[in-house]
């Protein structure tokens, strides 16, 4: 049943939790650390939300304790700055303790009605972290195993030494899944610890567009938007990027010069719920496009 009395915060925890799942499965890519956020109340309804450990330093933590414990937790939109928005985890564990006292999931508190949402898998392959030795008809493989478990969507990594040689893999993937099913293509320049030039980016937006890639994240340095903006102007494959970026003023800005045409605003990295459901509202009033990371 609702409560129908707001509780008050009285101790904000962030602890470690590890799954015990099968080695295989972890060689697998299978996520099993996380970063966890425990909020405690007066009512005894608590709060939980998991996140990364680059998403809390522990000054802002400090910080965000000093100002919810001993007050509501309907206060997070008032302090969301300058402290929560680098905390999302504890503004997950908020909104976790705000649905709990409402009786329904967050999203229906926001007028959501979904039962579902198309996803996607991001797949990075055990071995070399630019994938160069992974053959390409392994990857194909995979791709087409991970498509009859009922994935409609993949995105993987373009790190190879040799650019053209991931725009044979996405080819050989594509042979084997068919039209039908979506490939994005993540480059997160900086990842690899070298950035395509402006020529190579366009050589290989063109040879995915060519392909059917969905979208091209980061092939220029993340913090570099103009070449992005420029290569966006060229090439009809929506260009992403934005994944790092914080608070919504950072996206605003990226949508008024047109820095890509769609931005990948991270739910932890970028504020958390409330900041995410903000970037989400402006790219739809500015005709734009925001694919959660």
Request: aromatic content about 10%; overall charge negative.
């Amino acid at each position: 049943m609702p409560y129908k009395d707001a509780p008050v915060v009285t101790a904000i925890e962030n602890f470690k939790v590890r799954v015990p799942w099968p080695k295989e499965e972890v060689e697998a890519g299978v996520l099993n650390n996380f970063d966890m956020v425990k909020i405690t109340t007066d009512s005894g309804i608590t709060g939980f939300a998991t996140g990364t450990a680059r998403s809390i330093r522990a000054e802002d933590l400090q910080k965000v304790k000093e100002t919810f414990i001993g007050n509501t937790p309907f206060a997070l939109e008032r302090h969301l700055r300058p402290h929560l928005v680098k905390c999302a985890t504890v503004e997950h564990a908020l909104w976790d303790i705000i649905g709990k006292m409402a009786g329904m999931p967050v999203h229906k508190l926001w007028g959501g009605d979904r039962t579902e949402i198309k996803c996607y898998l991001t797949c990075v392959w055990p071995g070399e972290q630019d994938q160069s030795d992974v053959p390409y008809q392994r990857q194909a493989d995979d791709v087409l195993h991970y498509k009859e478990k009922g994935f409609r969507a993949l995105k993987m990594r373009a790190w190879r030494p040799t650019p053209l040689d991931d725009v044979e893999a996405v080819r050989t993937i594509r042979d084997a899944v068919g039209p039908e099913f979506d490939i994005m293509i993540d480059r997160t320049a900086a990842g690899p610890g070298w950035v395509w030039d402006f020529e190579t980016g366009l050589l290989m937006a063109r040879e995915f567009e060519a392909l059917g890639v969905k979208w091209l994240e980061e092939p220029f340095d993340m913090h570099d938007y103009l070449p992005h903006k420029k290569l966006a102007s060229m090439v009809d494959i929506p260009i992403t990027g934005g994944e790092q970026d914080n608070d919504v003023f950072e996206f605003a800005a990226c949508f008024k010069e047109d820095y890509f045409d769609a931005v990948n605003a991270d739910g932890h990295l970028c504020g958390g719920m409330s900041v995410l459901r903000k970037i989400a509202d402006l790219a739809v009033a500015l005709g734009k496009k925001c694919i959660p990371h």
